[in-house]
């Protein structure tokens, strides 16, 4: 029997691909129109500089490689887009841009600065327009100074009175302390362009997921719940930073349904999302022992709610409660701690322990509840390892 398929096209889960659609980028996308159209309408006008910055996962690249599409439809400039990480100096980025135009660029002898005036007086020559979009600047400032950046943003400053600027640039950086390093000309030119991308909340980056799976897997294979489980963890919370990366949620999606496939599921289950967090998020899960007892008792409450479930990575308080008082039973305690007690174990277990996370229910359900999720950890590694410390704990009482 072959294996079952769970990824109809995988290549739509790879960091190259460009999704048909852009979520949420609408207002960044227009700034960039708003500050590119008249290069683009009437080439050689003005020399337009756009500086995009946000933390990882953005989409920073891809709004940029859009904005190609839409440029590319609507006029003959050329976009050469400029990987930093893969050309880390301003030297390899010129000599990048100038193969990216066929020219045939001599290895030795020649500095950047003078690479950049042959390359002008090409486009020049050739009567060519291009827009230059450097990624992850930061590569360049690193190995070559701010002040090779500022001569290339300033560039124009030494050829007053041609008017004819052939090319512009858009540049791109994880934060703005770039503007601090560039002299103060550089500086506020470039300050009056920056376009900010915000981390993705969890609500975008489900939006996200749901256009990427459709793309990307079979139908049947995922559901709703799957997608917001990812988008649980991976979703900007405030005062959290490092969170709201679309690509890792993204990457967790492919390795989720990687694992999936591989063990012949038809569908993604939850406990195959545990195991695609954990091997991509770089998240501590508090040191189990530390909880209370009847915080640890609680804990293996929602994990054997969870267990009955199987197919769904939610349990609502009720249920969790329920099986609380159930394993209270079992081993034999008779005090067992209120409704209220059990609300400030949650909260304490999502915010100190790192373990749960919470959303409250959206339709379908009557009532707004709290639905509780565990997708740090396989549920059969938390079950075994918190049974073994409670028959310890209470078998010493
Ligand atoms: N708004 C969006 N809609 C659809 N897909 C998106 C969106 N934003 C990001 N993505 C996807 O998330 C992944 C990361 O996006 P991108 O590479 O553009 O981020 P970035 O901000 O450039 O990150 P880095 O700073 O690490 O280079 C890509 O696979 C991209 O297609």
């Known amino acids: 029997m072959g294996e079952l398929s769970v990824i109809k096209n995988p290549a739509a889960l790879t960091p190259d691909f460009i999704p048909p659609r852009l979520v949420d980028r609408e207002e960044q996308m227009s700034t960039l129109k708003m500050i590119f159209d008249d290069y683009i309408k009437s080439p050689g006008s003005f020399y337009a500089r756009a500086l995009l910055v946000g933390s990882t996962g953005t989409g920073k690249t891809i709004t940029s490689l859009k904005f190609k599409e839409y440029a590319s439809r609507s006029s003959t400039?050329?976009?050469?887009?400029?990987?930093?990480?893969?050309?880390?100096?301003?030297?390899?980025?010129?000599?990048?841009?100038?193969?990216?135009?066929?020219?045939?660029?001599?290895?030795?002898?020649?500095?950047?600065?003078?690479?950049?005036?042959?390359?002008?007086?090409?486009?020049?020559d050739n009567d060519m327009y291009v827009i230059i979009v450097l990624d992850d600047v930061f590569h360049i400032v690193n190995n070559s100074?701010?002040?090779?950046?500022?001569?290339?943003?300033?560039f124009y400053d030494e050829h007053i009175g041609e008017h004819d600027y052939h090319f512009s640039l858009i540049l791109i950086d994880r934060d703005e302390s770039l503007l601090d390093k560039l002299d103060a000309g550089a500086k506020s030119t470039l300050g009056r362009n920056i376009i900010k991308f915000p981390p993705y909340t969890k609500d975008q980056i489900y939006e996200i997921l749901r256009d990427r799976a459709q793309e990307a897997l079979h139908q049947g294979t995922y559901n709703d719940e799957i997608l917001e489980m990812i988008s649980d963890v991976t979703g900007a919370r405030d005062g959290d930073g490092g969170r709201g990366n679309a690509k890792q949620a993204i990457e967790i999606l492919w390795k989720a349904a990687l694992t999936a496939q591989q063990q012949g599921s038809r569908r993604i289950l939850p406990e195959h999302v545990r195991v695609a967090i954990k091997n991509t998020l770089p998240v501590h899960v508090g040191e189990l022992k530390g909880m209370d007892l009847h915080e640890k008792l609680f804990l293996l409450a929602i994990v054997e709610a969870l267990r009955k479930k199987r197919d769904v990575p939610y349990v609502t308080?009720?249920?969790?409660?329920?099986?609380?008082?159930?394993?209270?039973?079992?081993?034999?305690?008779?005090?067992?701690?209120?409704?209220?007690?059990?609300?400030?174990?949650?909260?304490?277990?999502?915010?100190?322990?790192?373990?749960?996370?919470?959303?409250?229910?959206?339709?379908?359900?009557?009532?707004?509840?709290?639905?509780?999720?565990?997708?740090?950890?396989?549920?059969?590694?938390?079950?075994?390892?918190?049974?073994?410390?409670?028959?310890?704990?209470?078998?010493?009482?």
């Open 317 to 397: 308080f009720g249920e969790a409660e329920e099986e609380y008082i159930m394993l209270c039973e079992r081993y034999g305690l008779r005090t067992k701690r209120s409704h209220g007690q059990l609300w400030h174990y949650l909260k304490d277990m999502e915010g100190t322990w790192r373990i749960i996370e919470t959303r409250l229910s959206g339709k379908g359900m009557r009532g707004r509840t709290t639905l509780i999720s565990i997708p740090y950890e396989s549920l059969n590694v938390l079950a075994q390892e918190l049974t073994r410390i409670l028959d310890y704990e209470l078998a010493v009482r």
């Open 145 to 154: 100074g701010a002040d090779s950046l500022g001569l290339l943003i300033r």
């Open 77 to 124: 400039v050329r976009f050469i887009y400029v990987p930093c990480w893969t050309h880390r100096t301003m030297h390899s980025a010129v000599r990048h841009i100038g193969e990216s135009l066929k020219m045939s660029i001599p290895r030795r002898g020649f500095s950047s600065d003078e690479l950049l005036e042959i390359i002008y007086d090409y486009l020049k």
